[in-house]
């Protein structure tokens, strides 16, 4: 399979993109990891007429923590990168949790947690993880950055906030303000198929206390769930049998499933119900551990 | 040579733009002319001739197509063969010496870690990359470094034993 025909820059500063974008007039698509794209230019569900390949942009590579704990990933930080990566095995258990089930291993050497966010597939894991730590994304266009909250980011399946003329250059992690679990659990049929549904969960605490929770879920609607009711039952009190059941069956309620060959409705909801559940429930238990 | 690509003699038709590439493929410096629709797994076996990299699904499933790209396995049907310009690649056709396998081909053999053969020059390079990064694997990281890569004969039996078999040879030799 063969893409159609469309003209390549590669440009080496992020204001050459932009021109090029701004040239394009909405006929251009930006090329980063290109585990989804290419797949898309080959099916030619998507045929621009120029292609601007942004792998040569220096400095974008990086994912790293600030000393206030916001953390940073930017455009070209690869799956590969956050799989290995020390600060999220320290730092962030949600991502953490993410990293190795996103795709297959090699699928992950090239593709990019923001391009995964910028593509907007209803079953894309990173969208949900950063959903639930409720992080932003950051566009740069001709007119200088802006913020986008990625609950407004991601607009619908396959749709994203970013004006024609802007990038993505980076996906933000709020600094937490008190401390910091949570997880991620995904069901698929085998590695690499999409997901049948997934749910990432995100919890901060003051002593045993929830003081922020939140719940997004993958592959159970036609775009990603944030679960907001069911988060809003963890806050303010300590995890417990009680709010975790109570917030697991938010949670399965929030998502709008549909059957088809990967499973019923029903059994999609059951498998929200019960992801939330073991989360928040390994949460408490190695918490009790350490208390 | 008409089509997609030509390997650089002359200059190509004025009406299609194309961009000259230079890839280090298995040591050598290759360069050619070429459409950037051009897919790397395409340039790689009908221009290069290197017909090891196989293309099965097309999608970005089944990893038939791995090869090295900077020494890390990626899947060259999802790559334009324009990304690969300044960069090192690694196909199945540069694992063995001038005159020996490399260890892994020796315990595909050892081991009949394969049937068809399809998926083999795949899970071979996928193996390279893991053993570099990990030289004395457990079962399970095998499996798991390979989960990109499928195999409709074998059952992976066979292959995860290949696997262990290169990384117990691969290991005395560095110890020797």
């Known amino acids: 399979m063969y893409p159609s025909r469309f003209r390549y820059e590669a440009p080496r500063s992020i204001e050459e993109a932009i021109a090029l974008l701004q040239q394009g007039g909405g006929e251009a698509k930006l090329l980063a990891g290109g585990q989804s794209l290419v797949p898309l230019l080959k099916l030619r569900f998507a045929s621009p007429e120029l292609l601007i390949d942004i792998n040569n942009l220096p400095g974008l590579d990086y994912h790293k923590v600030d000393p206030d704990g916001t953390i940073r990933i930017g455009a070209l930080c690869r799956h590969a990168d956050l799989e290995r990566s020390a600060i999220l095995a320290s730092r962030q258990p949600t991502m953490a949790a993410a990293a190795p089930l996103v795709a297959d291993p090699i699928v992950r050497n090239r593709g990019t947690l923001v391009g995964s966010l910028c593509h907007a597939d209803p079953q894309g894991d990173w969208a949900s993880v950063v959903t639930a730590l409720g992080g932003h ?16 980011f991601v607009t619908g399946p396959f749709q994203n906030a970013l004006a024609y003329d802007e990038i993505a250059v980076e996906a933000v992690i709020p600094a ?21 549904a997934g749910v990432a969960v995100a919890i901060e605490r003051s002593g045993a206390v929830v003081t922020r929770a939140g719940i997004a879920l993958t592959g159970v609607g036609s775009a990603t769930i944030d679960a907001t009711e069911a988060a809003k039952a963890l806050v303010g009190s300590p995890l417990s049998a009680e709010t975790i059941a109570q917030a697991a069956e938010l949670a399965a309620g929030a998502a709008q499933p549909r059957t088809d060959h990967r499973g019923s409705a029903a059994y999609k909801r059951q498998i929200v119900r019960t992801f939330v559940e073991r989360i928040l429930t390994r949460v408490e238990q190695s918490s009790e551990k350490a208390g | 040579m008409s089509g997609l690509f030509e390997e650089i003699h002359e200059q190509p038709a004025a009406d299609v733009p194309t961009r000259r590439v230079s890839i280090t493929v298995n040591g050598d410096k290759r360069v050619a002319q070429v459409e950037p629709r051009l897919l790397l797994a395409h340039l790689l076996r009908q221009g290069l001739k290197l017909t090891g990299t196989h293309t099965g699904c097309d999608t970005t499933n089944c990893g038939a197509c791995t090869v090295l790209f900077d020494g890390k396995p990626i899947k060259s049907c999802t790559m334009l063969a324009v990304q690969a310009d300044g960069h090192e690649v690694t196909t199945v056709e540069g694992l063995a010496g001038a005159s020996e396998l490399h260890p892994i081909q020796e315990g595909f053999k050892d081991e009949h870690g394969l049937q068809c053969g399809f998926c083999t020059p795949g899970m071979m390079l996928a193996a390279k990359a893991l053993l570099e990064e990990n030289p004395d694997p457990t079962e399970d990281e095998v499996r798991w470094a390979l989960s990109g890569n499928l195999c409709r004969c074998t059952g992976y039996q066979n292959i995860v034993k290949s696997v262990m078999w290169a990384a117990k040879k691969m290991q005395a030799q560095s110890a020797s």
């Open chain 1, 137 to 152: 994304v950051v566009a740069q266009g001709p007119n200088g950055r802006r913020k986008i909250p990625v609950s407004q």
């Open chain 1, 176 to 196: 937490p303000k008190g401390t910091v679990a949570g997880g991620y659990l995904k069901l698929e049929r085998r590695v690499g198929d999409f997901a049948t």
